[in-house]
């Protein structure tokens, strides 16, 4: 079942993966094959209003990223990104055939043993789609501030499936050419070719299929914590604490933590330009890699630094996501007529001139907290997801689910703000007056979204503290206050 892979290529890939363990924040420049899974969940799990379909939706979340990292292991591969129902695979390769043909071959393996898990597509998971492409890739161990272990990769082999496997979901499931059940490879000219997953060659047989499956059910993640270990495994202060990986205090699939808060998903400008320029150019993807580094430091002094508690989600390519929490209800009400708006304006203040100074652009905002429920422990819900010593921090909820989904309803510009609309009704009227209505990505008036520009928004702060009026403005502080997650589920 092991294929055979260079082993210098594997000796590479591993220890640079080790590296990350030992505190360094190493990068690295590879041929390697990237391979996206979209997970298709019933609504009610993807944007979970409630704690039971958090932790349902956490579950499946975590036994689908274990396979997926377990099946890699085969190929010399690991899972590098779970960023909730989307993972993200990379297999090390000598060639480029090399990784085009492990990037079929691993696609045909995870279906298998993803069709024995999720079988039942009436409970959380309808389906799922694979897309995938080969090439040079620079990867860049993220910086952040809870020690989480995610990797950014740069490169049009990493950017390509992403945007590939978006931009057919922006469609309506008869107009696309991804199909559930179907697979994505870009082939030498830049096409795409489809195939359907069942119709692909695997390389596990059925008993070897059973076996992990079987595996994948009862898996609970534990790693063991080592009071010695560098200070990056201990979320660091100032941020919202979260128990370290490994220890009893880190939030889990089966436990999460629930607050009160919203989601601010940022996309960087010029970003995927910046990368298309540096194919096949090691010094200026080394150079890229530097000053990406940077921003994703400035990113994390950021979160550090806000006057209420932050908790960062590891960086998805150059997607920057924070959520603001809150202990109650009441305290996030309170906060929510400025706050959801002040938030993305120091943001824009704070990594304005990080990006500039890199030669990118703005940023665009989605931001959503969603419909309250007085009657739940919170609306946002925090799972630490470990996998063979890597903890993948995974928020759920409406809010979460909707500041993603801007980006492919309404695609906001940079210097742009995108507002769910059940957000904006709980806005001061200072602020609601500098929102229109939103153009989705289809030339249709938006039903979910209202748009406007961060340095409008900025402006009427700026006239409303000058002439005296009362309004709660904050700005950044050194030391913020520590509030209480509420755990979800005790046994």
């Not at 220890?247 to 999460?256: F, G, L, T, V, Y």
């Not at 961060?454 to 030391?479: F, N, P, Y």
């Amino acid at each position: 079942m092991t294929l055979q892979i260079p082993p210098t290529t594997l000796r590479t890939f591993r220890s640079f993966l080790e590296s990350r363990q030992k505190g360094v924040y190493p990068n690295l420049s590879q041929i390697l094959d990237h391979v996206y899974i979209k997970l298709d969940f019933h609504d009610r799990f993807e944007r979970a209003t409630t704690g039971e379909d958090a932790k349902d939706f956490l579950r499946s979340v975590t036994r689908a990223g274990w396979l997926a990292d377990r099946i890699a292991e085969n190929y010399g591969g690991a899972l590098i990104e779970l960023q909730g129902s989307l993972l993200h695979v990379a297999i090390p390769a000598g060639s480029f055939r090399e990784a085009a043909s492990h990037a079929v071959a691993y696609a045909a393996d995870v279906h298998a043993a993803y069709r024995r898990v999720f079988f039942d597509n009436t409970k959380r998971v309808r389906s799922w789609v694979i897309t995938a492409d080969s090439g040079k890739t620079f990867i860049v161990a993220s910086p952040d501030i809870h020690g989480d272990q995610s990797w950014v990769s740069l490169g049009n082999a990493a950017n390509a499936p992403a945007k590939h496997l978006y931009a057919q979901l922006e469609k309506s499931e008869e107009y696309r050419d991804l199909q559930k059940f179907h697979a994505a490879f870009r082939l030498p000219d830049k096409t795409w070719t489809h195939r359907k997953l069942d119709d692909l060659a695997r390389t596990l047989n059925e008993s070897q299929e059973d076996s992990l499956a079987a595996e994948a059910r009862t898996f609970e993640p534990r790693i063991v914590f080592n009071e010695g270990a560098p200070s990056w495994k201990r979320a660091m202060a100032r941020a919202q604490p979260i128990g370290p990986a490994g220890s009893s205090m880190s939030p889990s699939a089966e436990k999460p933590i629930a607050y009160w808060g919203w989601a601010m998903r940022t996309d960087l400008d010029g970003f995927t330009k910046r990368v298309e320029e540096c194919f096949d150019n090691d010094i200026e993807l080394q150079q890229l890699a530097l000053q990406f580094n940077c921003i994703m430091l400035a990113g994390a002094r950021f979160a550090t630094q806000q006057a209420q508690s932050i908790v960062q989600l590891p960086w998805a390519g150059d997607n920057f996501t924070a959520v603001a929490v809150f202990g109650t209800k009441a305290e996030y009400d309170l906060a929510a007529p400025f706050r959801l708006v002040d938030l993305s304006i120091d943001f824009e203040k704070e990594m304005d001139e990080a990006a500039s100074e890199c030669g990118f652009g703005g940023w665009a905002h989605g931001v959503a907290g969603g419909e309250l429920h007085g009657n739940c422990a919170g609306n946002v819900y925090l799972a630490g997801i470990e996998i063979r010593n890597r903890r993948f921090l995974v928020a759920v909820g409406e809010g979460i689910g909707r500041s993603a989904e801007a980006f492919g309803n309404v695609d906001p510009h940079a210097g742009e703000m995108a507002l769910y609309t059940a957000d904006y009704e709980r806005l001061d009227p200072l602020y609601r007056r500098q929102f229109t209505a939103a153009t989705t990505v289809r030339g249709e008036t938006s039903t979910l979204y209202k748009t406007a520009k961060i340095e409008d928004l900025k402006d009427a702060r700026d006239k409303k503290e000058t002439v005296g009026e009362s309004a709660t403005i904050t700005v950044s502080e050194r030391q913020t206050r520590q509030i209480e997650p509420k755990p979800y589920f005790h046994e």
